[in-house]
C-alpha cells in the first residue's frame, strides 16, 4: 500500500466529507491557503489542531498524524 502524507489525507477526507477548503478553514480559524499549503505538503497543520481534525473527520489523531486509517483488528482476524 502506497504511504500517504498527512496532507494527502487531509485532502481525501476533506473532499470525502464534501468540504471546500474555505469551509475547513473556517472551522479551523486558519486561512483557506493554510489548508492548500498543507494539501500540497508545503507546511503541516500546527499540532494543536491535529485532535480537532481528527473530530472533523471522524478519525483518530493518530490517524491522522500517519496519514492512513488503521485496520480494525477484528477485520484482521477475519471478523467483521
Known amino acids: 500500500m502506497e504511504k ?3 496532507g494527502q489525507f487531509i485532502a ?3 473532499k470525502a466529507n464534501g468540504m471546500t477548503q474555505k469551509q475547513l478553514s473556517e ?3 486558519v486561512s483557506d491557503k493554510a489548508i492548500s499549503r498543507w494539501e500540497r ?3 503541516a ?3 494543536s489542531l491535529i485532535p480537532v481534525l481528527a ?3 471522524g478519525v483518530t489523531s493518530d ?7 488503521h485496520k480494525s ?3 484482521h482476524l477475519g471478523r467483521v
Do not use: A, V
Request: aromatic share 4%; no cysteine.
Open 41 to 43: 505538503d508545503e507546511s
Open 12 to 14: 481525501i477526507l476533506r
Open 63 to 69: 490517524e491522522l498524524l500517519r496519514g492512513e486509517r
Open 27 to 29: 472551522q479551523l480559524n
Open 73 to 75: 483488528r477484528d477485520s
Open 45 to 47: 497543520p500546527d499540532l
Open 55 to 57: 473530530e472533523i473527520f
Open 4 to 6: 500517504k502524507t498527512i
